[in-house]
C-alpha cells in the first residue's frame, strides 16, 4: 500500500463541473501540500494545509488530521485546469529536516 | 516576491557525460530539497541540505553528488550519465529545517541521449 494514496487516477470532466480529487495518507506530520503539474511543465504549489480549510480563486482544498485524507475541489472546472493535481505529505526521517512523500498523481482533463 | 530558481532549465546531453544542476533558494531560506521526477513517476526525494550540511539522503545513485554553498544555493552533480537518468529535477526551499513548507523551483529537465 503507497503511504500516499490518490484518487482517481485519471479524472476527465467537462468545462463548468465540480472536481473532487482525494488523497489519503498514512504517514507524515500534521500538513499536506497539493501541487500542480502541466504536461512536461514544473511543479507548482497550490496550497499547503494543517488544518480546516482554503481557498484561493476556484480552488478548495480541505484537510482531516485525524483521519489523514484531504480533498482538493475545483468549482466551474475550465480546460486551462487540465493538469496531474498531486497531494504530498512532508515526514521527518528523524533528521532535521521535512522530506515530501508524493502521491502518485490525478491527470485531470477538463473538455471544452 | 522572489521564487525558487533554477538553471539550466533544459538540459541535453550524452552517456556518460557529466551534468551540473543549480538550485537558487528564496533569499534567507537556507534549507534545500532535491527531487526526481521520471518520466510518468512521481517525484522522489533525492538530497537535502541544511546550514551547507547535508541533511537527509534518499535514493540519490552514488554517481550524483550534491553541496550547499554559503549562499546557501545547492548544485546537484551527476556523473556518468545515464539513459535512466532522464528526468525533471527539481528543488524546493524551506525557510527553516523544521517547516512543512516548501517552495518549488521550476526543474530542470535533463534529456540523456
Known amino acids: 500500500k503507497n503511504e500516499v494514496e490518490q484518487s482517481p487516477q485519471n479524472l476527465t470532466a467537462q468545462e463548468g463541473e465540480f472536481i473532487t480529487i482525494n488523497c489519503s495518507y498514512s504517514v507524515g506530520i500534521s500538513a499536506l501540500h497539493w501541487l500542480q503539474q502541466h504536461p512536461g511543465g514544473g511543479i507548482v504549489s497550490l496550497f499547503m494545509l494543517s488544518s480546516g480549510k482554503k481557498k484561493h480563486g476556484r480552488l478548495i482544498a480541505t484537510i482531516n488530521i485525524q483521519e489523514k485524507h484531504s480533498s482538493l475541489h475545483i468549482t466551474a472546472s475550465h480546460p486551462r485546469d487540465s493538469a496531474v493535481y498531486i497531494c504530498?505529505?512532508?515526514?521527518?526521517?528523524?533528521?532535521?529536516?521535512?522530506?515530501?512523500?508524493f502521491g502518485k498523481g490525478t491527470l485531470l482533463t477538463v473538455n471544452p | 516576491a522572489a521564487g525558487v530558481i533554477q538553471s539550466p532549465r533544459h538540459l541535453i546531453k550524452e552517456k556518460r557525460e557529466t551534468a551540473t544542476l543549480k538550485c537558487y533558494p528564496i533569499?534567507?531560506?537556507?534549507?534545500v530539497y532535491w527531487y526526481q521526477q521520471g518520466p510518468g513517476q512521481d517525484p522522489q526525494f533525492l538530497i537535502s541540505?541544511?546550514?551547507?550540511?547535508?541533511?537527509d539522503k534518499g535514493s540519490i545513485p552514488d554517481r550524483f553528488s550534491a553541496q550547499q554553498f554559503s549562499d546557501y544555493h545547492s548544485e546537484l552533480n551527476m556523473s556518468s550519465l545515464e539513459l535512466g537518468d532522464s528526468a525533471l529535477y527539481f528543488c524546493a526551499s524551506s525557510p527553516r529545517p523544521q517547516s512543512n513548507e516548501q517552495f518549488f523551483g521550476p526543474g530542470t529537465r535533463l534529456t540523456v541521449l
Open positions: 533569499p534567507r531560506h537556507d534549507t
Open positions: 541540505f541544511y546550514e551547507k550540511m547535508q541533511s
Open positions: 504530498a505529505v512532508p515526514r521527518s526521517s528523524g533528521g532535521s529536516n521535512y522530506k515530501l512523500t
